[in-house]
């Protein structure tokens, strides 16, 4: 099976910096996705590691350490719309390529 | 435009009536998969489908039926056996030729069972 661990919520302030993690025991591994979900919408992809290290686009950035079963999503220069949930979602190495999510962290952004 | 389309946006219900909900795709990809998401929840897998005349259970599959006749559509009927099935539910879609590509989803039904 696979467990995967997030803060359930956040919050921040406009302008400022924000890390959120995701921590993952699975049998195997084969890729984490992070993806942004506003209420009452759709999921819309952020970023893909399956290597360690950092992917950085833009404004987001995601990190990844395979051997500590971590990964974290940096939001730099916060803006109001970034207020929404993210989920974390990992691949594990047993050939499918369907993600096993998790719980989602709501971040909430003030002025 | 390339998309995933879901419909109704929202739907209400009778409680002991079945209710199909769309799911449409135009991004000729092979894998498409429904998901149920509840308040405070994660998305959890109900079906999937890899190719045509074929799905799998996901991890809650128990009063959900699926068909796939066409690569297109995928619908999902929520039975009168769901015993719980008010939730906002979301159909995504995939290629799963590379390990990188990345699921697209719809905007999603929400139902409401009275």
């Known amino acids: 099976g696979q467990n995967i661990d997030q803060p359930t919520e956040m919050t921040a302030t406009e302008g400022a910096i924000v890390q959120i993690n995701c921590t993952y025991q699975?049998?195997?591994?084969?890729?984490l996705f992070w993806y942004q979900q506003h209420a009452g919408e759709a999921p819309t992809f952020l970023s893909y590691?399956?290597?360690?290290g950092l992917e950085e686009k833009g404004r987001f950035s995601s990190f990844l350490s395979r051997s500590k079963g971590y990964s974290y999503l940096l939001l730099k220069e916060l803006q109001m719309k970034d207020s929404a949930s993210y989920l974390c979602?990992?691949?594990?190495?047993?050939?499918?390529?369907?993600?096993?999510f998790g719980r989602g962290t709501s971040l909430i952004v003030h002025p | 435009d390339g998309g995933i389309t879901q419909s109704p946006k929202y739907l209400f219900r009778k409680e002991g009536q079945n209710v199909t909900l769309s799911c449409e795709q135009n991004?000729?990809?092979?894998?498409m998969y429904w998901y149920r998401q509840d308040p405070g929840q994660g998305l959890r897998l109900i079906y999937y489908?890899?190719?045509?005349?074929?799905?799998q259970k996901g991890d809650i599959a128990e009063g959900y039926s699926v068909s796939r006749e066409k690569k297109e559509s995928f619908p999902l009927t929520v039975t009168s056996a769901q015993k719980n099935p008010t939730a906002f539910y979301l159909c995504?879609?995939?290629?799963?030729?590379?390990?990188?590509?990345?699921?697209?989803f719809g905007p999603g039904t929400r139902l409401t069972v009275l």
């Open positions: 979602a990992v691949r594990d190495g047993g050939g499918s390529y369907i993600p096993t």
């Open positions: 590691n399956v290597l360690d």
């Open positions: 699975t049998s195997g591994f084969n890729g």
């Open positions: 489908s890899q190719i045509v005349n074929d799905f």
């Open positions: 995504a879609s995939s290629s799963e030729r590379q390990s990188t590509d990345t699921q697209y």
């Open positions: 991004l000729n990809h092979d894998a």
